[in-house]
C-alpha cells in the first residue's frame, strides 16, 4: 500500500477543519497508508522583519526535515508552484506509484510560507490556487483533492 505523508506547519484548532480533516483521513484509509504530521509553527511578532521570517522559516525547514523519511518524493505547497486540475493530481499519483517509490511527502508550510530549501528539494511545487486560502483550509483541500485523485484513478463516480 502506498505511503502519503502530509506534513503541516501549524495546529489544526477550528473543529470544522478538525472534521472535515478527520473524514477525507478515513476516506483515504482504503487507498493509502496516509500520515498527518502537525509541526508547530515559529511565533513571530505582528509585523516580523524579513529576517525574522527567514529565520523562522529556515527553523520551520529544519523540523520538517526531521519528519521526512529517507528517500521521500517531496510536493511542496507553495504559491508559486504550479495549478494542476485534479485529474492532473491523478496522474501525478498514478505516476509516483508507477515509479515505486516509498514515500510520498506534501509539505504545507506555515502561514509565511516554505523555506526556499524545501521547495528547491520539491519533485512536484503544487499551488491551490492563485487565491490565498487560510493554511488549515488548504490542508482540508489537500486531503480532499488527494482522495479525488484516487478516486479518478480507480475510475469512481466520485469525480464528476
Request: charged residues 25%; positive net charge; aromatic residues 8%.
Amino acid at each position: 500500500m502506498q505511503r502519503i505523508l502530509v506534513i503541516c506547519v501549524g495546529k489544526l484548532k477550528e473543529r470544522f477543519y478538525i472534521e472535515a480533516a478527520a473524514e477525507y483521513q478515513k476516506r483515504l484509509s482504503r487507498f493509502c497508508k496516509l500520515e498527518v504530521v502537525e509541526l508547530p509553527e515559529v511565533r513571530l511578532s505582528d509585523s516580523p522583519s524579513p529576517a525574522q521570517i527567514e529565520q523562522a522559516l529556515k527553523k520551520e525547514a529544519e523540523a520538517i526535515r526531521g519528519k521526512l523519511p529517507p528517500a521521500s518524493s517531496i510536493v511542496a505547497l507553495c504559491i508559486e508552484g504550479q495549478t494542476r486540475s485534479s485529474e492532473e493530481l491523478a496522474q501525478l499519483l498514478a505516476d509516483w506509484a508507477q515509479r515505486g517509490e516509498k514515500c510520498l511527502a506534501f509539505v504545507i508550510g506555515s502561514s509565511f510560507g516554505l523555506h526556499p530549501s524545501i521547495k528547491s528539494e520539491a519533485w512536484v511545487r503544487l499551488s491551490m490556487s492563485p487565491m490565498t486560502f487560510p493554511h488549515h483550509l488548504a490542508r482540508v483541500m489537500l486531503l480532499e483533492q488527494i482522495y479525488r485523485g484516487f478516486q479518478i484513478n480507480e475510475g469512481s463516480k466520485y469525480h464528476k
